[in-house]
């Protein structure tokens, strides 16, 4: 290990953040009370304009820094980097680990998630959720689909602008339309 990160503690946090909503934000402030850094994996990262991932990996870590700074956290702690997905389950971590810096223990509330890191040898940890009936980014898109302007207090206030911005709602419409 590098002397100079040497007894920096790192947690990997992997989601697909689309869009990212206030239970993540919350959710990262966690993770930095416990860890020194963070390093957020943009999972799926080839895919976009579909209902369950209607943004690309550019403007997930766009809205991701937007609400970062809304909320104060201090940018230097956090890593942001896009993954692709793999066909095999199993390898995974693997791949995962080429991409990123070295970490101590794995963030998730996703089960396979855990799972993989678990029996790879990594330390996990089960975070708490945050009000998950209203931040879920399955919620905020249904939201926008039915034109409920409720979706906006879901997010930081910049990541609502930046999804206007971008045409993001419209978006979303036009790609699942039948
Ligand atoms: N409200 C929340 N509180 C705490 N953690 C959350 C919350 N929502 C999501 N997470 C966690 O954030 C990580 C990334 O989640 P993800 O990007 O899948 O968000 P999601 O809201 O579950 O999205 P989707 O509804 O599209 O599946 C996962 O570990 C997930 O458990
Ligand atoms: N085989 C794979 O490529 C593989 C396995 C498990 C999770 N993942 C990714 O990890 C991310 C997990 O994030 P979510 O909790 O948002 O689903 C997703 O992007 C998911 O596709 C990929």
Known sequence: MHEKTKGVKRALLPGRFQPPHWGHFRLIKWVLERFDEVIIVIGSAQKSHSFSNPFTAGERIEMLRLG??????????????????IETNFVWPRWVEMFVPRFDCV????????????EY???????????RERYSATVVRRLMLKGDAEWRSLVPPSVAEYIESIGGVERLRRVTEV
């Open 107 to 118: 963030v998730s509330g996703n089960p396979l998630v855990a799972r993989l890191f678990f």
């Open 68 to 85: 970062l700074k809304d909320v104060g956290i201090d940018l230097s702690r956090v890593f942001m980097i896009p993954v692709t997905d």
């Open 121 to 131: 040898g990594y330390c996990v940890i089960t975070p708490p959720m945050f009000d």
